[in-house]
């Protein structure tokens, strides 16, 4: 009997090599690094990742954090807490394999800590995403492992009150390889949450608001109806690539372009996720999403959260197709400006002596579109607000 199994056994064994030679070599599983510059392909397309200490270049990235003044809608100033100046902080762009040398200089003049979050970073948050103290320096450096396009923003608690007052921002990992040529703009969405009144014309964060959350504007690029006047420019038939994150910090946004559809949208804009023929992505605060699309008609079309109870709050812009948009951009600066989709090239450091106040130097104009500032709109976009809503419904 002990015979018959072992000869059992051995047949079996048997069976099984001829079965794995006869099916191909079984692919190894992912153990992780494997020396510097490996990568982690998809099955049937690039590379999702890379493993290692990339390729050697090394960017330099400096953001001050700081508060200040900005204009989050018409006639409406609220102190931003932000990274470099603005709400949302400068477009970064880095490539897959990059060492990212960040450096955060803490200029508070509210005398608030603050810190960094990088959700494209693998590094420790014991280490480099601790709070800086005002007049304080933290320098790390981090590998750029995935690509895609992801949020940064600061990470001191409450994380609430510092995200819904403006310290985030958007940055993109492109592969190493690049992305077939196309129109590009870098889009944040997020929420503020104003006080009712005023202190000397501006308006404060309001605690009680956010944690509702009642949201009193819902915007892209932190000002209400930000690319109504100016919009985003294209030209019939050419791809438009959209990196849109949402910085919430509470509110999913569904992402939608009233009158297009998206060829392809890529989860957290990284090019192994493709999805094609898609209407509406709804993307969650924390995440993004790259969107592709070609509009073959001139024409107008509003981009918007297609949760409409947020849309007249001012999460509405335009992208304006016509033959006569300018060229492309053949290149983007590693810091862009987050008020014209990321084109035009800005710094993250400021003269906190020199920051802008309700009526001071530096002040937001609330323009966009890619560099372009058009006539007043030749057409009227109204949604009733939630405060006007109330109102009628006394």
């Known amino acids: ?10 047949f079996e064994v048997a069976v099984l090599i001829v079965g794995l030679t006869w099916f191909g070599e079984v692919p190894p599983a992912d153990t992780g690094p494997a020396g510097p510059g490996s990568v982690a392909a998809a099955a049937d397309g690039p590379a999702y990742r890379i493993y290692g200490e990339g390729t050697g270049r090394i960017v330099e990235v400096h953001l001050d954090a700081v508060e200040t003044v900005q204009d989050i809608a018409e006639g409406v100033e609220y102190r931003v807490w932000t990274f470099g100046g603005t709400a949302p902080g400068p477009v970064i762009r880095v490539k897959v394999g990059d060492t990212v040398r960040f450096t955060l200089t803490n200029r508070s003049v509210m005398g608030l800590a603050h810190s960094i979050d990088f959700h494209a970073a693998e590094t420790p948050w014991d280490v480099n995403y601790q709070p800086v103290a005002p007049g304080e320096t933290l320098t790390f450096d981090w ?26 921002g958007a940055i993109v990992v492109e592969p190493e390889e690049g992305l077939a040529p196309a129109r590009e703009y870098v889009l944040v969405a997020s929420e503020l949450y104003a006080a009712d009144r005023a202190v000397d014309g501006v308006l404060e964060g309001d605690v009680a608001k956010m944690l509702a959350p009642r949201p009193t504007h819902v915007v892209f690029d932190g000002r209400a109806n930000r690319y109504l ?23 999913s946004n569904a992402f939608h372009v ?6 392809h949208v890529y989860a957290s804009g990284n090019p192994t996720t493709p999805l094609n023929g898609l209407q509406t992505w709804n993307i969650p605060p924390g995440d993004g999403a790259m969107f592709e699309l070609r509009i073959p008609a001139e024409g107008l079309y509003p981009f918007v959260t297609h949760a409409f109870a947020y ?11 016509t033959e006569s948009a300018p060229e492309a951009p053949a290149s983007y600066p590693v810091m862009g400006s987050p008020f014209d989709g990321g084109i035009s090239e800005v710094v993250g450091t400021v003269d906190p002596d020199n920051l802008p106040g309700p009526s001071g ?21 109204t949604w009733p607000s939630a405060a006007s809503t109330r109102a009628r419904s006394r």
């Not at 001191?156 to 985030?168: D, E, F, R, S």
């Not at 130097?361 to 976009?381: E, Q």
Request: a positive charge; proline letters at 9%; one cysteine or more.
């Open 311 to 321: 849309t007249g709050l001012g999460s509405v812009g335009v992208i304006q197709v």
């Open 361 to 381: 130097p530096g002040g937001d104009t609330g323009t966009g579109g890619g560099g372009m500032t058009g006539p007043a709109r030749p057409w009227s976009w």
């Open 143 to 168: 590998v750029a492992r995935f690509p895609g396009v992801f949020m940064y923003h600061c990470g001191v608690p409450p994380v609430l009150h510092h995200i819904a007052n403006g310290m985030y």
């Open 229 to 251: 006047d100016a919009p985003l420019q294209a030209r019939p038939n050419e791809t438009i690539r959209l990196w849109v994150v949402n910085a919430g910090p509470t509110l």
């Open 1 to 10: 009997m002990k015979r018959l199994i072992a000869l059992g056994l051995v």
């Open 258 to 263: 009233i009158g297009a559809l998206f060829d």
